[in-house]
T-cell receptor, first 117, second 111 residues
Framework: GAVVSQHPSWVICKSGTSVKIECRSL??????MFWYRQFPKQSLMLMAT?????????EQGVEKDKFLINHASLTLSTLTVTSAHPEDSSFYIC?????????????FGEGSRLTVL | SQQGEEDPQALSIQEGENATMNCSYK?????LQWYRQNSGRGLVHLIL?????REKHSGRLRVTLDTSKKSSSLLITASRAADTASYFC???????????FGTGTRLTVIP
């Protein structure tokens, strides 16, 4: 199956710093990628839809200036958590939809665990 | 959750028994998918059932979909200790291409 790679898999940072997480589709092109956030023992919450070459679409309640998304190519989307605080500590997961693929078929990365001290 | 609820929230069974998890959702959908997540890991796609399908099988997995009741069930037969994980249903809404996840069921299979 198609492979989506996330990097880093885990990161620890100090409060106030910014952290960038990358999501790459390794063997397919992804016009659309999705970013999810997951708190311990909870479900995945869709944060935003990342569209190649255009602005991301954010879900209600997600701060655009806090979570910057860039989808500069058909194989890479990045999520930058700006001025991170301890409450931003979470598990962030990306998924990608293959361009021209079947509707709703998504491939997930392994996730990135962010800990803000 | 953004889309629906699952029950039970947690399920503990003996190896060899069957496990049934239920999912209810709120809106009209294009398809419904089930995913598995081991602790602290990414998601593994298990099975996809389209809105015009009522039942689907894949190995030891059986999924049903009742669009009139906006519900789905996942049955894992002859469970194994390695099936221990969290299971999530997720829906693709009609006219959309993103997934919204249910609350999940934590399954523990005791050897």
């Amino acid at each position: 199956g198609a492979v989506v790679s996330q990097h880093p898999s885990w990161v620890i940072c100090k409060s106030g710093t910014s952290v960038k997480i990358e999501c790459r589709s390794l063997d397919f092109q992804a016009t659309t990628m999705f970013w999810y956030r997951q708190f311990p023992k909870q479900s995945l919450m869709l944060m935003a839809t990342s569209n190649e070459g255009s602005k991301a679409t954010y879900e209600q309640g997600v701060e655009k200036d806090k979570f910057l998304i860039n989808h500069a190519s058909l194989t890479l989307s990045t999520l930058t958590v700006t001025s991170a605080h301890p409450e931003d500590s979470s598990f962030y997961i990306c998924s990608a939809s293959e361009t021209g693929g079947r509707t709703g078929e998504l491939f997930f990365g392994e996730g990135s665990r962010l800990t803000v001290l | 959750s953004q889309q629906g609820e699952e029950d039970p929230q947690a399920l503990s069974i003996q190896e060899g028994e069957n496990a049934t998890m239920n999912c209810s959702y709120k809106t009209s959908i294009n398809n419904l998918q089930w995913y598995r997540q081991n602790s602290g890991r990414g998601l593994v796609h298990l099975i996809l059932i389209r809105s015009n399908e009522r039942e689907k099988h894949s190995g030891r997995l059986r999924v049903t979909l009742d669009t009139s009741k906006k519900s789905s069930s996942l049955l894992i037969t002859a469970s194994r200790a390695a099936d221990t994980a969290s299971y999530f249903c997720a829906t693709v809404r009609t006219g959309a291409n993103n997934l919204f996840f249910g609350t999940g069921t934590r399954l523990t299979v005791i050897p």
